[in-house]
C-alpha cells in the first residue's frame, strides 16, 4: 500500500495509526495496540471492526456491474466527477495540508490529495477520479468483497478497504481533500470528520426522469421526486451545498444492458425476477434510457 494513504489509516478499533506487518506469511496492518487487519491476497485489506451487516453484492452483481461501467454508458457521471473533484483539489492544494500533519506525511508521492470513496464498488468512479488528478492518491470503501477484489485493481494509485460506511470511517481526521459519494449512502457526521476543512463531498443521486423509459416499461421503483430534499436533510448539520449540476445522456442499451443496469439499483431487490426478465424480453432494442443525475458539491460546516 502506498505510504502516503497508509498514514491516513486508522484502526477501526481504537483509532490508533496502522503500520504494515507479517503474520506468519500473511500480509496485515497492525496498531500500536496490536489490532490486526488481514490484507486479502488480492490486495484490499479487511477494517472491520467485528462482522459488517450484510455482505453486499454478488460476484454475478459485481461483474455485470463491471462490464456496464466499462461499456462507457455512465461515462457522463464520471467526467462531472473528475473535473468537480479537480476543483475542489486545487483549493485544497492551495490552503496546504493541516499543520498537524507531520512533513513525513505530506513527502514522497504526495499524501494530498487523498480522495475516498464511500460505497465505491468496483472503484470504476474512484479510477476515472485519479486519472484526472495525477498527484492524488485513492481509497475505495465497500462492504462486498467481490466488488473490492476488482477495486483494489482499479488504479495504480488505489488502495481498497472492507469498511462499514455507517459506522466510524478507517481514516484519521479531515484527512481526506475529496470523498465521492455515488448512489451509495450516506453518514454525514463521518464524512464531515474525515473530510479536510478546505475539501468537498460530491454526492451522486438520481433525479426523478433517471432511467425514465424502464420505469412503467419494467414497473421498476421510482425515483422520490423530494430526493435532493432527503439528501440535503441527511446531511444539513454537517455540510453546506455549495453548488449542484444536472447530468444527462441518452442511452442506447441492448436486453441484456437493460438487465444489468436495473440489477445494479433498487429495483433489483424489489422485482420479480421472472417477471421482470418477461418485460426486459419485450422491449425493442435497442433500447433508449435516458440517463440524468445530480451531482451536489458539499462544503463541511
Request: overall charge neutral.
Amino acid at each position: 500500500m502506498d505510504d502516503s494513504i497508509l498514514a491516513r489509516l486508522r484502526c477501526p478499533v481504537c483509532a490508533e495509526p496502522l503500520a504494515e506487518a507479517t503474520v506468519g506469511t500473511a500480509r496485515a496492518l497492525r496498531c500500536p495496540r496490536r489490532h490486526s487487519f488481514d490484507v486479502a491476497r488480492q490486495g484490499y485489506v479487511n477494517l472491520l471492526a467485528g462482522r459488517a451487516p450484510h455482505s453486499g453484492d454478488s460476484a454475478e452483481m459485481v461483474a455485470a456491474r463491471a462490464d456496464f461501467l466499462a461499456a462507457g454508458h455512465y461515462d457522463t457521471v464520471a467526467a462531472a466527477l473528475a473535473a468537480t473533484a479537480g476543483q475542489v483539489a486545487d483549493r485544497v492544494r492551495a490552503v496546504g495540508p493541516p499543520a498537524r500533519f507531520s512533513p513525513a506525511d505530506t513527502a514522497a508521492g504526495g499524501a494530498y490529495p487523498l480522495v475516498v470513496d464511500a460505497g465505491a464498488g468496483t472503484g470504476w468512479y474512484l479510477a476515472a477520479v485519479l486519472a484526472a488528478l495525477p498527484d492524488a492518491v485513492g481509497l475505495a470503501l465497500d462492504v462486498a468483497k467481490p466488488a473490492l477484489r476488482r477495486a483494489a485493481r482499479a488504479h495504480p494509485r488505489a488502495a481498497a478497504a472492507l469498511a462499514d460506511t455507517w459506522q466510524r470511517l478507517p481514516l484519521a481526521d479531515h484527512s481526506a481533500a475529496v470523498l465521492l459519494n455515488v448512489f451509495a449512502p450516506r453518514n454525514g457526521a463521518e464524512f464531515h470528520r474525515v473530510l479536510d476543512p478546505a475539501g468537498a463531498l460530491l454526492v451522486v443521486t438520481p433525479t426523478a426522469d433517471h432511467l425514465a423509459e424502464l420505469v412503467g416499461a419494467l414497473d421498476l421503483l421510482r425515483v422520490d421526486p423530494a430526493k435532493a430534499d432527503r439528501v440535503a436533510g441527511s446531511l444539513g448539520a454537517h455540510f453546506t451545498e455549495e453548488s449542484a449540476t444536472v447530468h444527462r445522456a441518452r442511452l442506447e442499451l441492448t436486453r441484456t444492458e437493460v438487465a444489468t443496469l436495473v440489477g445494479m439499483g433498487p429495483s433489483a431487490w424489489h422485482t420479480d425476477p421472472a417477471r421482470l426478465a418477461e418485460r426486459i424480453a419485450a422491449l425493442p432494442e435497442p433500447v433508449p434510457v435516458t440517463l440524468a443525475v445530480r451531482l451536489g458539491v458539499h462544503r463541511p460546516r
